[in-house]
């Protein structure tokens, strides 16, 4: 009697919290108990979720007391090891016996690959229609900034010479030619791809960069050459040693034509960082040459005498005037310095310097002064010396006889820059062949 009145006890104790437990929802994994319908309902939903997916189609599935095991085969090695976390995650199952193998079936590889080339055939036809219409803009665009480009207006205008004006039309060409493929692009709402495109470009652009550094720095140096000349076609120029006259500036070299008629090819990197001598810029251009005398003369007088023969040969300019000077006193005697000017479009330089050089010494010798004698004797030991001419000795305390000054030669020597103008003649010729290639511009500004 007591232990039933002790049950009924416990009961009307326990059953508000059953009760109330009945009415809240249960949280965590629900536990199934380890049956057949148990095993069969796991079956079921993983049968369910691997037909919802694609490659495993060939999967078979066993569960037996909540453990898994996967037979079949699939096209796709990672789909094997996706099965391992897929099924874990089924309320209920133990452990997975994961069987299935990849198929090596040629067919059935072959399938897929097939159902996919099918598929995008199918969509490339639909979407046909809207890529002839991007194609037709971006050939309209296109061809619009190659035909503004093609017309000499107003580029030539605009341009100081003709290789500005043909960087202009490129810049417009390739402007154009950006602008129709982002146009084609949004068309086809692929505008996420110009990105793609512009990054392979820039990445490619810098490599090539590198690769053609001295290509790149020849041509912007021919650009700025081009833009502010700073020689003629026919001047006679000095570049790095290299003397010669123009012939043409193209857009990786100038070229030269050397006195011995040779070609020098020389790069605008170079000529553009390199000191410049251009002697054609001015007609007139000094003769210079230095004469030695003996060490009795009066040097006043032998100044002064050089400077009237310079001064009256019929080639040399009155203006500047010739002059003359003591360079130096050395161990045989006086060094002087002798100078004059001359137009060298009508006057051989060097020419005119040698026949000056014939007039001084003509007229030196003829006031009774002996040129310098720079041969050294050498006297070996016990061998006497060689006996010089004799001299009439002049009176103590006077100086040496002068005679007066002697006009120079009367037969002056042709000095006409005739080899000159002939060389001008061999440029003109070579230039009139490629002037399709010349940057020089007679129209141009100059340095």
């Known amino acids: 009697m007591r232990r039933i009145i002790f049950l009924v006890c416990l009961f009307l104790a326990v059953a508000p919290h059953s009760l109330s437990a009945q009415e809240t929802q249960p949280s965590g994994t629900i536990e199934t108990e380890n049956n057949a319908s148990t095993d069969a309902a796991i079956a079921v939903r993983i049968r369910e979720i691997l037909g919802q997916l694609d490659g495993y189609a060939d999967v078979t599935v066993q569960v037996n007391s909540g453990i898994v095991t996967l037979r ?9 090891t996706r099965l391992d976390g897929l099924v874990a995650r089924v309320a209920g199952v133990v452990a997975i016996e994961n069987e299935v193998v990849e198929s090596t079936d040629l067919v059935e590889r072959l399938n897929p690959a097939v159902d996919r080339f099918r598929k995008r055939m199918e969509q490339m036809v639909a979407f046909l229609p809207l890529l002839v219409v991007a194609a037709m803009v971006f050939l309209v665009v296109a061809f619009i900034g190659f035909l503004l480009a093609r017309g000499r207006w107003p580029w030539d205008r605009l341009a100081p010479n003709a290789f500005i004006a043909d960087i202009y039309r490129q810049i417009v060409r390739l402007a154009f030619l950006v602008g129709a493929v982002v146009i084609a692009l949004d068309i086809l709402n692929a505008t996420a791809l110009l990105g793609t495109i512009l990054g392979a470009a820039g990445i490619i652009g810098l490599a090539i960069g590198f690769a053609v ?12 050459l081009s833009i502010r000349q700073p020689f003629r076609p026919n001047d006679a120029i000095e570049i790095n040693g290299d003397e010669g006259k123009v012939i043409r500036l193209t857009s990786r070299a100038t070229i030269l034509l050397s006195w011995d008629g040779n070609h020098i090819r020389i790069p605008n990197a170079t000529v553009f960082k390199s000191r410049i001598v251009n002697y054609s810029r001015n007609k007139e251009r000094r003769i210079l040459f230095q004469l030695g005398l003996d060490s009795s003369c009066d040097y006043a007088a032998m100044r002064k005498l050089a400077e009237e023969t310079v001064q009256a040969l019929p080639f040399v300019l009155s203006t500047p ?6 360079e130096e006193l050395g161990d045989s005697g006086v060094v002087l310095t002798v100078t004059g000017w001359i137009d060298q479009n009508e006057t051989s330089l060097v020419l005119a310097r040698g026949e ?3 007039q001084v010494k003509l007229a030196i010798e003829a006031a009774g002064v002996s040129i310098a004698d720079t041969t050294y004797r050498v006297l070996l030991d016990g061998a006497a010396p060689a006996e010089r001419p004799a001299t009439a000795p002049s009176a103590p305390g006077t100086p040496p006889r002068q005679e007066p000054p002697k006009a120079p030669d009367a037969s002056t020597e042709n000095v006409a820059a005739e080899t000159e103008h002939e060389l001008e003649r061999i440029v003109d010729a070579e230039r ?3 002037a399709h290639a010349d940057l020089l511009d007679d129209g141009a500004r100059t340095e």
């Not at 079949?72 to 094997?80: C, F, K, V």
């Not at 005037?321 to 003591?326: D, L, P």
């Open 321 to 326: 005037a010739a002059s003359v000077w003591i």
């Open 72 to 80: 079949g085969r699939t096209l796709d090695g990672d789909a094997i």
């Open 356 to 358: 000056a050089l014939r």
């Open 213 to 224: 550094r001295d290509t790149v720095e020849n041509f912007i140096a021919s650009v700025l």
């Open 432 to 434: 009139a062949e490629t």
